[in-house]
């Protein structure tokens, strides 16, 4: 089997937002995807694209980047035991913040490829309907926040497991979408 940049960086974020909408384990989500953002990053910078990640960069204060803010604490946690070989160490990871890298993926991902498979624009709606107040300054995202909310009515009221079945439903229904299938903007899963 040979796998190109994008292959595996498609491969690995398909599969996190699958876990992620299937109550699957947090850990291995968020090192899919930033696994996968890592990669998507560097072909957006490659390629030119005017990526989230590029948009978000500037916002940083000075001094920061945002591999370290992706990296620290959890990424590098979950790599790497050479720095605190403590088997009884441990680090937070929320909900939030594999919900938060898996977008950081998808956005740039959507803007690299004008498109993705549908696993990438479910989750690109159901983030924006979660957390309309995180897309708020980005013109894109705005863009399709009225859309949204025709698929995900309501559901920035509801609790995080609600909102995850109600992302885990709507994906389920845009993957039997043969219209949705059709677009040339959709890429096939794997």
């Known amino acids: 089997m040979r796998v190109t940049?994008?292959?595996?960086?498609?491969?690995?974020?398909?599969t996190a937002i699958r876990l992620f909408?299937?109550?699957?384990?947090?850990?291995?989500?968020?090192?899919?995807?930033?696994?996968?953002?890592?990669?998507?990053?560097?072909l957006c910078t490659s390629a030119g694209v005017q990526s989230?990640?590029?948009?978000?960069r500037?916002?940083?204060?000075?001094?920061?980047?945002?591999?370290?803010?992706?990296?620290?604490?959890?990424r590098n946690f979950f790599k790497h035991a050479k720095q605190d070989p403590?088997?009884?160490s441990s680090v937070e990871l929320r909900e939030s913040d594999a919900a938060a890298i898996l977008f950081l993926a998808v956005e740039d991902y959507i803007r690299l490829r004008q498109g993705g498979p549908v696993e990438v624009q479910a989750f690109q709606a159901w983030f924006i309907a979660v957390f309309?107040?995180?897309?708020?300054?980005?013109?894109?995202?705005?863009?399709?926040?009225?859309?949204?909310?025709?698929?995900?009515?309501?559901?920035?009221?509801?609790?995080?497991?609600?909102?995850i079945e109600m992302g885990r439903r709507v994906l389920e229904a845009a993957l039997r979408d043969p219209e949705l299938a059709a677009d040339p903007q959709t890429e096939p899963s794997l």
């Open 5 to 14: 940049k994008i292959d595996a960086a498609r491969r690995q974020l398909i």
């Open 86 to 88: 403590n088997p009884n």
């Open 21 to 42: 909408f299937d109550g699957g384990d947090r850990v291995s989500v968020y090192s899919l995807a930033s696994n996968a953002w890592e990669v998507i990053d560097v």
């Open 52 to 56: 989230f990640s590029k948009q978000a």
């Open 132 to 163: 309309p107040e995180k897309v708020a300054d980005d013109s894109a995202a705005q863009s399709i926040l009225e859309n949204v909310n025709l698929a995900f009515p309501g559901i920035a009221t509801f609790a995080a497991p609600d909102q």
């Open 58 to 74: 500037e916002n940083l204060p000075a001094g920061h980047t945002l591999s370290y803010y992706i990296n620290e604490p959890c």
